[in-house]
């Protein structure tokens, strides 16, 4: 399956509002949205927050980051790392925008049935 159908699979997730995937350097390769957002100016961002983020871990000695939840007044969001077979600097990072907290639970119980699905499409990108 493509990475955009999987993408958009995620938006009918109840309370999803958008999805991308973006490279550890912070270019976005694939997004999908409910509504017009341009996320292309964050992208480096949230790369960032995901290399800051594994600094932290590394020296608490919590081991590899799963998932990084962010909640923001319109709602949280989730930046997973995807396992691709790359190292950490070059891997791949799922963005999921929601418009809730109280849909948090299902949406990350729905994305672990995706994660592997686009962790192999992104293998052949």
């Known amino acids: 399956m493509q990475l955009a159908e999987l993408l958009n699979q995620l938006l009918e997730i109840r309370g999803v509002t958008s999805a991308a ?53 319109q709602g949280p969001v989730l930046l997973t790392p995807l396992p691709t077979g790359q190292t950490q600097g070059e891997g791949y990072l799922l963005v999921v925008t929601l418009d809730a907290v109280g849909n948090l639970g299902r949406a990350r119980f729905q994305l672990r049935k995706l994660l592997p699905s686009i962790a192999e499409a992104l293998a052949g990108t």
């Not at 973006?22 to 999908?32: H, N, P, S, T």
């Not at 996320?39 to 590899?64: C, N, P, W, Y």
């Open 21 to 73: 995937v973006v490279r550890g350097d912070g270019e976005l390769l694939e997004k999908a949205s409910q509504r017009q957002v341009d996320i292309t100016f964050v992208t480096g961002l949230l790369a960032s927050s995901l290399a800051s983020s594994r600094v932290l871990a590394g020296l608490l000695g919590d081991g590899e980051i799963i998932q990084i939840m962010l909640e923001y007044e």
